[in-house]
């Protein structure tokens, strides 16, 4: 039987869909996280408390708060002039661009974006991540990733935010995010001038027991990681050149033993290393009349023609050279998220001298990044497919009106079904690309993989 082309179009119109796979009992306590997080009396009251806002008028802290979030969160922002504009169209004022900068100038403005986006990152945060069970990493919770971004200024802000290169760009701010690798975010935010050190704001030592800490190199010296062998935590950093170890033994990367190389200093045997090969040394430091013992894992680049090198005492046997070396690339995952911030969250300077202005939209920029996570990874557990956080950044202003909306209104059945709607859409555009090649390649493949399942529902992640 031949089917006409026009009939054969009606049959496959009227083919039915699967069933969504949400569940709405966990899509109802993820729901109860919005007006929490952006209630009214809280906001207000939280501008209250730092004094940002006495008396409340138009430009209240709840309409300040929730505007700032979501312009941040769903279109480029380039003057402080697009968030006037934004505010007007979402809460139909007419207030005058000078009463909306001067609210926004105030000295506790900071203190108030600050502590919304603080309580965005706290309240907002899902685990996203999960290891195989008996895989390698699978007897850590959390697995903490320390990282650094700076970026420059208005010239005016010299005195307040000096920066390190100040023939060029006199002015710069660092961002010091420490992120869980499992949650896939950020857990603390630290800003500060560009010239302040990255180990003033490292994770206390006593935090990290049973945990790992990915660093930079320079992020930690050795007396810090002595702190951190003592209170019961993993290192895995890149080694930078310092004080140089001892070299107690060595070990080629297919397994035969450099006999040549033990029991002298580094500096000593730097030249004779392989380079074909990579190579696991075991050296050690005399710190305050007892020796620090790490692994250094050396491996050489022909592009660089220089050694890159990790420091670990993750135990051999379960996490051998290959697996240290896999592991390493998780950093990058800080590295991403500081690019969407500032890709899709505005994360920019913006032409104000005005520190607390800029203090202010920074916090703005990072409460609006918390919420595009916390999109991404509801919709991956609710919806159980793998989720792209930064596809997700990408469409959120497709489905954030709506939410806004509701979030206005006070209206929860209104954001439930805005919610619904935004997690259909997201789990359809914004899914990530190449699993496989992730498992391949990518950041799954050490047994990394996305959750989809919870033992307790949706529960929000501890902080770390």
């Given at each position: 039987?031949?089917?006409?082309?026009?009939?054969?179009?009606?049959?496959?119109?009227?083919?039915?869909?699967?069933e969504?796979?949400?569940?709405?009992g966990?899509?109802?306590?993820?729901?109860?996280?919005f007006?929490?997080v952006f209630?009214?009396?809280?906001?207000?009251?939280?501008?209250?408390?730092?004094?940002?806002?006495?008396?409340?008028?138009?430009?209240?802290?709840?309409?300040?708060?929730?505007?700032?979030?979501?312009?941040?969160?769903?279109q480029?922002?380039?003057?402080?002039?697009?968030?006037?504009?934004?505010?007007?169209a979402?809460?139909?004022?007419?207030?005058?661009?000078k009463?909306?900068?001067?609210?926004?100038?105030?000295?506790?403005?900071?203190?108030?974006?600050?502590?919304?986006?603080?309580?965005?990152?706290?309240?907002?945060?899902?685990?996203?991540?999960g290891?195989?069970?008996?895989?390698?990493?699978?007897?850590?919770?959390?697995?903490?990733?320390?990282?650094?971004?700076?970026?420059?200024?208005?010239?005016?802000?010299?005195?307040?935010?000096p920066?390190?290169?100040k023939?060029v760009?006199?002015?710069?701010?660092?961002?010091?995010?420490?992120?869980?690798?499992?949650?896939?975010a950020?857990?603390?935010?630290?800003?500060?001038?560009?010239?302040?050190?990255?180990?003033?704001?490292?994770?206390?030592?006593?935090?990290?027991?049973?945990?790992?800490?990915?660093a930079?190199?320079?992020?930690?010296?050795?007396?810090?990681?002595?702190?951190?062998?003592?209170?019961?935590?993993f290192?895995?950093?890149?080694?930078?050149?310092?004080?140089?170890?001892?070299?107690?033994?060595?070990?080629?990367?297919?397994?035969?033993?450099?006999r040549?190389?033990?029991?002298?200093?580094?500096?000593?045997?730097?030249?004779?290393?392989?380079?074909r090969?990579?190579?696991?040394?075991?050296?050690?430091?005399?710190?305050?009349?007892?020796?620090?013992?790490?692994r250094?894992?050396?491996?050489?680049?022909?592009?660089?023609?220089?050694?890159?090198?990790?420091?670990?005492?993750?135990?051999?046997?379960?996490?051998?050279l290959?697996?240290i070396?896999?592991?390493?690339?998780?950093?990058?995952?800080?590295?991403?998220?500081?690019?969407?911030?500032?890709?899709?969250?505005?994360l920019?300077?913006?032409?104000?001298?005005?520190?607390?202005?800029?203090?202010?939209?920074?916090?703005?920029?990072?409460?609006?990044?918390?919420?595009?996570?916390?999109?991404?990874?509801?919709?991956?557990?609710l919806?159980?497919?793998?989720?792209?956080?930064?596809?997700?950044?990408?469409?959120?202003?497709?489905?954030?009106?709506?939410?806004?909306?509701?979030?206005?209104?006070?209206?929860?059945?209104?954001?439930?079904?805005?919610?619904?709607?935004?997690?259909?859409?997201?789990?359809?555009?914004?899914?990530?690309?190449?699993?496989e090649?992730?498992?391949?390649?990518?950041?799954?493949?050490?047994?990394?993989?996305?959750?989809?399942?919870?033992?307790?529902?949706?529960?929000?992640?501890?902080?770390?």
């Amino acid at each position: 039987m031949v089917i006409h082309p026009k009939l054969l179009l009606g049959v496959w119109l009227w083919i039915p869909r699967k069933e969504s796979p949400m569940d709405h009992g966990q899509l109802r306590m993820v729901a109860d996280k919005f007006p929490w997080v952006f209630a009214e009396p809280l906001l207000n009251a939280c501008g209250k408390d730092v004094k940002f806002c006495r008396r409340q008028r138009v430009i209240t802290p709840f309409r300040l708060g929730v505007a700032l979030t979501a312009i941040c969160a769903s279109q480029r922002v380039e003057t402080i002039a697009d968030f006037h504009w934004g505010f007007h169209a979402l809460f139909g004022t007419t207030v005058t661009y000078k009463a909306f900068y001067n609210q926004v100038a105030k000295p506790h403005f900071a203190d108030f974006a600050r502590t919304m986006a603080a309580r965005l990152i706290s309240d907002m945060t899902l685990q996203g991540l999960g290891f195989e069970t008996g895989g390698a990493f699978g007897e850590f919770r959390h697995i903490v990733i320390q990282d650094g971004s700076a970026f420059a200024m208005h010239d005016g802000l010299r005195e307040v935010f000096p920066g390190r290169f100040k023939a060029v760009k006199p002015a710069a701010v660092e961002l010091h995010p420490t992120m869980d690798l499992l949650c896939d975010a950020p857990t603390t935010v630290v800003l500060t001038p560009d010239t302040a050190s990255e180990q003033t704001f490292l994770p206390e030592p006593a935090s990290l027991r049973a945990r790992v800490l990915l660093a930079d190199r320079g992020s930690l010296d050795v007396h810090s990681m002595r702190r951190l062998q003592d209170e019961g935590g993993f290192l895995l950093i890149r080694a930078k050149a310092g004080r140089p170890p001892h070299v107690v033994e060595a070990f080629r990367e297919d397994g035969k033993r450099l006999r040549s190389l033990r029991n002298k200093p580094l500096k000593a045997i730097h030249a004779t290393l392989p380079k074909r090969q990579r190579v696991e040394l075991g050296v050690q430091w005399q710190i305050d009349g007892h020796p620090l013992c790490l692994r250094l894992i050396l491996s050489w680049n022909p592009r660089t023609k220089s050694f890159c090198s990790f420091l670990t005492h993750l135990p051999p046997k379960r996490y051998p050279l290959e697996v240290i070396c896999r592991a390493d690339k998780w950093r990058w995952q800080g590295e991403l998220l500081l690019k969407e911030w500032k890709s899709y969250a505005n994360l920019h300077a913006f032409d104000t001298a005005h520190p607390a202005l800029v203090e202010g939209l920074i916090g703005a920029a990072i409460a609006a990044a918390a919420l595009q996570r916390f999109l991404a990874h509801m919709t991956q557990l609710l919806m159980e497919v793998p989720m792209s956080t930064r596809k997700v950044a990408m469409c959120a202003l497709h489905v954030l009106g709506d939410l806004v909306e509701a979030l206005k209104r006070g209206d929860v059945v209104g954001l439930y079904t805005a919610l619904e709607a935004a997690i259909t859409y997201l789990a359809c555009h914004a899914q990530r690309a190449h699993p496989e090649r992730d498992r391949q390649r990518g950041r799954s493949q050490l047994g990394l993989e996305p959750c989809f399942e919870n033992d307790d529902a949706i529960e929000f992640a501890e902080a770390a």
